[in-house]
C-alpha cells in the first residue's frame, strides 16, 4: 500500500529512543538465528514458529502442543509471536513501521512505560486473533499487531505531521498522517471484513490497532496532548488583577532661601 519513510517529528522528551532501538535490535538477532535462510535450515524455523508462535486452538485449550516443541508456557506466547518472523520482507515492513512511528510514541511515553505499551499491544493483537479464530492451528508470528498499536497511538497524538511516504513503492509524497495513517487503518479493517481467510492475519491487526487506541490515554505523559493541540500555558498561581497605576504626582519644588 505505501512505505512509511520519515516523519520529520521531533523528540520533545527524550534524546534518544533506546526502547525503540532495543526493539528492532532484538528483533532482528531474533531472525537471524531462528528463521535467517543463511543460518537456520527450513527444519528448525517450523519448529522455532511452533514453540514460540501464538496458536489459538492452544492458549483456548483446544488442542495440546506436542511435548517436543513446549519450550515456554503457552501464555507467554502472547508476546513471544512478535519477536518471530517468516522470511526478510515480513521483517522489513514492521520494523520499518516501527522505526519510523516508535520513537514518537517512546517520547510520549518515557522508555518504561514504551516497553509495557508495546508488549500490551502484542498480546491484545494474539488475544483477538484468538477470539476470531478460536480453532486455528497455525502459529501467528511477526510484530505487525505490536506495530499497528503504534500506529493507532500515533494517529491519535500526532494526527497533523506529515509524513514522507512512497505511494505504490515508488512515488515520494509528503502526507499528513491522518490521510496516510487513516487509510492504513481503513485498509485493514476492510481486509478483516473481505478476507477472513487470508494467510494474514488481519485480526490481529485490529487488535493491535484497538489495543494501542486505549492504552495511549493511560501510559502517555500528563503534559503530552492529544490531537497535535498546544498545551495549555501555565497559569500564575496567583494571579490579581491590578488596576492601572497612575504616574505620581511630581513633588513640590524646595524653595531655596
Not at 537456520?40 to 517436543?68: Q, Y
Not at 494474539?126 to 498499536?149: M, R, W, Y
Not at 487503518?185 to 494501542?212: K, M, R, T
Request: proline share 8%.
Amino acid at each position: 500500500m505505501f512505505i512509511p519513510l520519515h516523519d520529520a517529528n521531533n523528540l520533545k522528551h527524550i534524546s534518544h529512543p533506546y526502547v525503540n532501538y532495543a526493539i528492532i535490535a532484538v528483533n532482528i538477532i531474533i531472525w537471524l538465528i531462528s528463521a535467517s535462510p543463511a543460518i537456520v535450515d527450513p527444519e528448525t524455523a517450523k519448529r522455532a514458529a511452533i514453540s514460540f508462535g501464538f496458536i489459538p486452538s492452544v492458549v483456548n485449550n483446544l488442542a495440546e502442543l506436542p511435548l517436543e516443541f513446549v519450550v515456554i508456557p503457552e501464555k507467554l506466547t502472547y508476546v513471544s509471536y512478535a519477536f518471530l518472523h517468516a522470511n526478510f520482507m515480513h521483517l522489513a515492513g514492521n520494523m520499518l513501521f516501527i522505526w519510523v512511528f516508535g520513537d514518537n510514541i517512546e517520547d510520549a511515553m518515557g522508555h518504561l512505560r514504551y516497553i509495557f505499551f508495546y508488549l500490551l499491544c502484542a498480546a491484545g493483537a494474539a488475544f483477538f486473533h484468538a477470539l476470531v479464530a478460536q480453532n486455528s492451528n497455525a502459529p501467528l508470528i511477526g510484530a505487525s499487531g505490536a506495530a499497528a498499536g503504534i500506529v493507532a497511538a500515533y494517529l491519535i497524538l500526532h494526527p497533523n505531521v506529515r509524513i514522507w511516504i512512497l505511494a505504490l513503492g515508488r512515488i515520494p509524497l509528503r502526507i499528513p498522517a491522518y490521510i496516510v495513517l487513516g487509510a492504513w487503518i481503513a485498509f485493514q479493517v476492510w481486509n478483516f471484513v473481505a478476507n477472513p481467510e487470508d494467510q494474514v492475519s488481519w485480526a490481529a491487526h485490529i487488535g493491535g490497532l484497538i489495543a494501542g487506541a486505549i492504552l495511549i490515554f493511560p501510559f502517555k505523559r500528563k503534559n503530552v496532548p492529544l490531537f497535535d493541540r498546544e498545551p495549555d500555558a501555565a497559569k500564575p498561581s496567583n494571579e490579581v488583577s491590578h488596576a492601572k497605576k497612575t504616574p505620581p504626582e511630581p513633588p513640590s519644588p524646595k524653595w531655596g532661601r
